[in-house]
């Protein structure tokens, strides 16, 4: 219990200072052009200008239908340079009935994207999740179920061609095998009836589908070194060796704040997981990051959230292949069910009202300072001043 009151206490003297340290004055909505004015580093600079002297994709994931919002628009034109809708190119919206494609939620993701020159993130081809009862009901062989898949994503893929720059083609299909412990494909619909090609097979029409865009595996929990994340490299190894058409990994960082040290991943254990993806020419980014916090967030829990964005942030930044970070929400009020049901929130850059937290601070802090790989490797302090 003692042990447990200290670590207490030197999380909240931490969070204290690191609050202290980014809450300095700045210009908040970032439409002044002046850089570094006074003595705070960060006045007068904007995510989006930061990040594009930095070749680093700065993302949000939106919600299509608040993309009806003229105000949710400009938030995330004015903030981000990559889009990646939520829901919108899921199965159970884009084909809710079998052959019959629905891509309304997905052209206004595409719309708003070319209005304001934003990279688009296609999410997911493949999941064990949200899928139309007419597909995970169905009574299939394996050659059915094949030529389904195929036709969905030749269908969804072709019908972006050019305009979606990334997809996530297969999105967590590892988990945990009982009771060994082992991590392997997961028992879902796909992996029961087509078997452990399917991963490959949908890489490989994917690509046909589009040979431009850039193909990721996507999942949770292998950001930094550990089983999970041996498994999930030995995969992507394997099928890289095979010359199946996958570019990239997507860690997916849906973390908690934790309430006491230690803080988990840290960006070194991060760097690692990137370094090792790169080391073998796979790209990686940062495609869902979060920090939810208990309703209603506490100063203390907000100057540590803030630390952590960026430390995630520098981590991508180190990586020569690590070529984007994605915040999962543009702004508070961008809550999945899984936050509402346990009452978290309050994960993401902007507030409920779209004002800046100083976890956009923390990730503007990261784009000005943080090294990049070659300094990395020589030891240096930073590459940008």
């Keep these: ?39 705070d580093p960060l006045a007068g600079v ?60 997905a052209d206004r993701v595409v719309s708003v994207a070319e209005r304001y020159h934003l990279r688009v993130r296609g999410h997911t081809l493949i999941w064990h999740n949200q899928n139309p009862s007419w597909l995970t009901q169905g009574h299939w062989t394996k050659a059915a179920l ?6 969905h994503i030749m269908s969804v893929v072709g019908r972006y061609r050019g305009l979606v720059a990334q997809w996530d083609v297969v999105n967590e299909a590892l988990t945990t095998a009982k009771p060994s412990g082992r991590y392997v494909l997961r028992s879902d619909l796909w992996e029961k009836v087509i078997g452990p090609e399917y991963v490959a097979d949908a890489f490989i029409w994917a690509h046909e589908a589009d040979p431009s865009a850039q193909l990721f595996y996507n999942d949770y929990g292998a950001e930094a070194p550990s089983r999970r994340f041996d498994a999930e490299y030995r995969m992507v190894a394997r099928l890289k060796a095979a010359g199946v058409p996958i570019n990239g990994v997507g860690l997916q960082m849906h973390r908690p704040v934790p309430k006491a040290p230690p803080y988990y991943p840290t960006k070194a254990q991060v760097s690692t997981v990137l370094r090792q993806f790169a080391d073998i020419g796979v790209h990686t980014e940062i495609t869902e990051m979060d920090q939810p916090l208990p309703l209603p967030p506490q100063p203390a829990q907000l100057g540590l ?50 004002q800046p937290k100083l976890a956009y601070r923390g990730v503007l802090a990261a784009l000005i300072k943080a090294p990049g790989p070659l300094a990395q490797a020589r030891g240096e302090p930073q590459t940008v001043p």
């Design 305 to 354: 959230q803030a630390s952590l964005f960026e430390q995630m942030t520098a981590a991508c930044l180190s990586v020569q292949l690590c070529g984007g970070v994605t915040i999962w929400g543009a702004d508070d009020s961008d809550r999945y069910p899984v936050l509402i049901k346990r009452d978290l929130g309050a994960a993401t850059l902007f507030t409920t009202s779209g």
């Design 146 to 151: 094949k030529a389904v898949m195929k036709r």
């Design 46 to 105: 904007t995510l989006r200008e930061q990040a594009a002297t930095r070749d680093i994709a700065i993302g949000v994931g939106a919600n299509s239908q608040r993309l009806l919002d003229p105000r949710y628009q400009q938030l995330i034109g004015s903030n981000f340079n990559s889009i990646t809708d939520t829901n919108a190119f899921k199965w159970d919206v884009t084909e809710p009935r079998p052959g019959e494609f629905n891509f309304t939620a």
């Design 1 to 39: 219990m003692q042990r447990r009151r200290q670590s207490a206490v030197v999380a909240g003297v931490i969070a204290a200072v690191v609050f202290a340290v980014l809450a300095v004055a700045l210009p908040w909505h970032g439409h002044s052009k002046r850089k570094g004015t006074g003595t």
